[in-house]
């Protein structure tokens, strides 16, 4: 593969791997929305019934299988572009030491790396006991999420674990949106500052939302 043939592979991953990035940011605010009806006082009902609902439509199934299509794209573009960055970057850098590159740039591949072990116990504890092939835990029934969430959550090193890496994700979302409008050409002096704001508003928001579930069944359960 030639220069100009890489140079083109690569900004295709780019664009690709932008679009899948933003359809995962979306999925994101659905998840945290249904996440957030375990703050209810109803003992789980409605997050149950919301549970049941995307777990059984059809539709949902479909979406189901785009998402998981999304994270992988999105990961395995991720590393290949990284993977095109340190073999380059010999070359890119004249002075030994010096980077244009932002610091949450220069450590996406790390961050994104912490975020992938959290999508794996997470798959691990709520997916994969779904699909079967994770037995939930003893006593538990195998739909019943919100006691599985509960259990976990009463775990000061699980749900200490789970509220550090928000903060990664946060972390990871912040450049990210802004990195995706970025790569779509959709960068522009009149509102790239306006798609800022609300990337950092949105790196902050939907975290510590997610965080406050183990916080709620720490103190509040």
């Known amino acids: 593969m ?6 083109y592979s690569s900004v295709t991953k780019k664009i690709v791997m932008a ?14 929305g249904i996440n957030l009806l375990m703050l209810r006082s109803d003992g789980g009902a409605l997050f149950s019934k919301a549970v049941h609902f995307m777990t059984t439509n059809p539709v ?31 070359k890119r850098y004249k002075v030994e030491g010096f980077s244009h590159t932002s610091f949450f740039s220069k450590y996406m591949i790390h961050i994104g790396a912490i975020i992938l072990v959290f999508l794996a116990i997470h798959f691990t504890n709520f997916y994969f006991v779904k699909l079967e092939l994770v037995d939930p835990p003893a006593g538990v029934a195998r739909h019943d999420f ?12 699980y749900a200490i674990l789970y ?3 928000m903060v990664f994700l946060g972390f990871h979302l912040q450049h990210a949106f802004q990195s995706a409008f ?13 798609i800022k704001a609300i990337g950092t508003v949105y790196a902050i928001v939907v975290p510590l939302g997610f965080a406050l579930i ?8």
């Open 146 to 157: 919100y006691t599985m969430a509960q259990l976990l959550f009463s775990s000061d090193f």
């Open 182 to 194: 970025q790569t779509l050409g959709l960068a522009h002096s009149k509102y790239t500052s306006v």
């Open 163 to 165: 509220i550090v890496l």
């Open 214 to 221: 183990p916080v709620y069944f720490i103190f509040f359960k």
């Open 60 to 90: 949902i199934k479909v979406f189901e299988v785009v998402l998981f299509g999304g994270f992988f794209i999105h990961i395995l573009f991720g590393v290949t572009l990284q993977v095109y960055n340190w073999i380059a970057r010999p």
């Open 2 to 7: 030639g220069t100009k043939d890489l140079f």
């Open 19 to 32: 679009v899948a990035g933003l359809f995962l940011i979306s999925f994101l605010m659905l998840h945290l």
